[in-house]
């Protein structure tokens, strides 16, 4: 046997108290009993000793176990988990106590324990005995935060796991998705169990997404730098414009900078007063008719842009055109038609017929290689006229905008200007407004942007480092693989339509299971549509033993362990606190828990006649083929219903629990804890 089972479940109360449920490696195990008798606490307890952060063992059991451990085997290798309950009211135990090795004894007391470590660290030793993560490389994530898509432990139970909540579920597919604070971890570490990349390689494409959201958000800090670089560059023309006509400053260049621009308005706010400039009515002037006359030419370089814009998607079109008359009349050349005698073959009488067709060719081809070659010249032309023409657009709307915010500065000046009549008080003014601008100037805007090359580099070593066809085509592979597995189970359980003869279509992005129909009229159902309980159960059962022969076949670090919470479920349903056990099976049978309560309080006998009985003996057999046909493949079913006629269900069962006679997980003899509320 080479993956993990196993081999004893393990329960400690006070004053010694001690519960054992042992199980057979590789085969079917059976717990049976009624409703309340601790069935469904037992993948409570699976999970608890598998790392997780909270107990969510039931009160009952928390007031009367002070611990609880698993045995799990590997052909000789044998590996003991136990864990601490804590008290009713403190949400989990900080330690666990993991123990390897060969032979090892199940501890009876809390002091035998061995092993004791936090609960990653205890996590990170099953991870190790398990196989999962990449042996012998380095871990990369920061300790006390886990990383997204890095595979623990904790992400087997998916696999493992079929719980009353999945396993008639048409909206959950595994163990966990319901919970949105695992749905996203079980989705990113899915393609690492199924074999399509290492945790390296996860980690790599991590990195790649963090550096490319990294990229994103400085480039687009970029921008917005440089479009209020832009504005804060306007803005201080426009000051110093005015600086320069109150005597302040004088105009600025055209071609400073945003250094310059600073250097000279910061001069304006300490320089001597020279002769008052107001705008006049000529400097308004022209800056209109400046306007004018750049509205004037952008508004002619759009239609041009737009002209050539056309011209050259009709050059594209035509240079399409004329390839394709050259191909055609190319079949000439490579016929050599053009070398045409001028006697027919068959009478030898002179005709000219044949050349002329010939030399009609040849023209026809002289004339379009020349109209190619002229389009391919002038192509280059137009593109490049094109892309001209829209930075030439881009230039006259920002010169647009830069006249009309100092047309609207000139008109404020003179209405300024005429309420400011001393100089003064112009100027004080001005030193108002240009400090305040100073002061609000936000220092980031003047900096050099971040150099984004470092960034970039990585981005593509990575992107050279990771081949995503090849995990595409990897990932369609295992889905394909898994698909097929399950189908193949599905077709052996019981269901009905549409899943009649319907095969299972797994997609793990989701992830979703499609159901198929046959035929090439056949629908692609979702599980929505399938309407009923024995379906949504076919399809989990279906897509559990899938998921389990994949990981066997590909050797993939889950154990070979399926706990199955009541497939009489969708047969038998709940009923609260009246549900009753069921015994399926002749009545007149000698059964003792059935006999001691024949009256019916605890018991409802089925007779072989019955549908349900029949569908869930066929679940019965099934699980028992597929444990036979698979190495290493150990089930556990958690059962309401009990089959006392079949040798092969009453063999399996290891524990069965009624009110009637008591029996339950955790005795009623136990004493309650003392620190227990």
């Not at 790392?51 to 000789?76: D, F, I, T």
């Not at 936090?118 to 993560?133: C, D, P, Q, S, Y």
């Not at 002229?374 to 657009?393: F, K, N, T």
């Not at 069921?582 to 009545?587: I, L, N, T, Y």
């Amino acid at each position: 046997m080479t993956r993990w089972n196993i081999a004893r479940i393990f329960y400690l109360g006070i004053e010694g108290a001690f519960r054992e449920i042992e199980l057979d490696a590789g085969k079917v195990n059976v717990i049976a009993g009624a409703s309340g008798t601790g069935k469904s606490a037992v993948i409570k307890t699976l999970d608890y000793c598998l790392g997780s952060s909270s107990c969510e063992l039931p009160v009952y059991v928390r007031r009367h176990c002070v611990a609880v451990g698993v045995k799990w085997v590997r052909g000789a290798d044998e590996l003991i988990s136990c864990r601490l309950v804590p008290p009713v009211g403190q949400r989990s135990s900080d330690h666990m106590y993991v123990t390897t090795g060969r032979g090892l004894s199940v501890p009876r007391l809390v002091e035998q324990f061995e092993g004791r470590t936090n609960v990653e660290a205890a996590k990170t030793r099953l991870e190790e005995a398990f196989g999962i993560g990449d042996v012998g490389q380095p871990d990369s994530t920061v300790p006390g935060r886990e990383s997204r898509d890095r595979a623990t432990v904790r992400h087997v139970t998916p696999y493992v796991f079929v719980t009353k909540e999945v396993i008639d579920s048409e909206t959950v597919l595994l163990h966990g998705l319901d919970d949105r604070r695992k749905a996203g971890h079980i989705i990113a570490t899915l393609p690492y169990f199924l074999g399509v990349v290492t945790e390296s390689t996860a980690a790599d494409e991590r990195r790649l997404r963090q550096a490319r959201k990294a990229l994103d958000i400085e480039v687009a800090r970029e921008n917005a730098r440089r479009s209020n670089e832009s504005l804060v560059k306007q803005r201080m023309r426009i000051l110093l414009t005015e600086a320069s006509q109150i005597g302040l400053a004088a105009a600025p260049f055209e071609q400073a900078d945003e250094f310059e621009l600073l250097a000279m308005l910061r001069s304006a706010m300490s320089s001597d007063a020279k002769a008052m400039q107001y705008p006049s009515e000529g400097e308004l002037d022209a800056l209109h008719e400046r306007r004018q006359s750049v509205l004037s030419e952008l508004n002619q370089t759009k239609r041009r842009h737009r002209a050539m814009m056309t011209a050259a998607q009709e050059s594209l079109s035509y240079q399409d055109a004329v390839a394709k008359q050259h191909d055609k009349l190319h079949i000439a050349e490579h016929l050599n038609l053009l070398e045409v005698p001028s006697t027919c073959p068959i009478c030898q009488s002179d005709t000219t017929a044949g050349a002329s067709a010939a030399l009609a060719l040849k023209r026809s081809l002289e004339t379009i290689r020349a109209e190619a070659s002229e389009v391919g010249r002038i192509r280059p032309q137009l593109d490049a006229s094109v892309s001209m023409l829209a930075e030439r657009i881009q230039t006259l709307s920002s010169q647009l905008r830069e006249l009309d915010a100092r047309i609207a500065s000139a008109l404020s000046q003179i209405q300024e200007g005429r309420r400011l009549t001393d100089l003064a008080q112009a100027q004080a003014y001005f030193r108002g407004k240009a400090s305040f601008f100073l002061e609000t100037l936000d220092d980031q805007l003047l900096r050099p942007g971040k150099d984004l090359s470092a960034l970039r580099e990585e981005i593509a070593e990575l992107e050279t480092r990771l081949d995503n066809d090849s995990r595409r085509v990897r990932l369609q592979r295992a889905e394909a693989d898994v698909s097929r597995f399950a189908s193949e189970a599905f077709a052996d359980l019981p269901k009905v339509e549409p899943c009649v003869d319907a095969e299972l279509q797994f997609s793990s992005r989701v992830p979703q299971v499609s159901i198929v129909e046959p035929g090439p009229g056949g629908a692609i159902l979702s599980m929505a549509d399938l309407g009923s309980d024995q379906n949504w159960l076919a399809v989990h059962v279906a897509l559990a033993f899938g998921f389990q022969r994949f990981f066997e076949k590909e050797q993939r670090p889950v154990p070979g362990l399926l706990v199955l919470d009541q497939l009489s479920r969708p047969y038998f349903p709940n009923k609260g606190e009246e549900e009753k056990a069921v015994v399926v099976g002749s009545v007149e049978d000698d059964d003792p828990e059935a006999g001691a309560d024949r009256a019916g309080r605890d018991v409802i006998a089925i007779s072989e006649g019955d549908e349900d009985f029949q569908a869930m003996r066929q679940h019965i057999d099934f699980l028992f083929s597929q444990v036979e046909a698979r190495k290493g493949l150990q089930v556990l079913l958690l059962e309401h219903a009990y089959f006392k006629d079949d040798p092969r269900y009453v063999a399996a069962t290891k524990a069965r629990w009624t009110r009637a006679s008591g029996e339950a997980l955790i005795p009623k003899h136990w004493k309650r804890r003392p620190n227990s509320r």
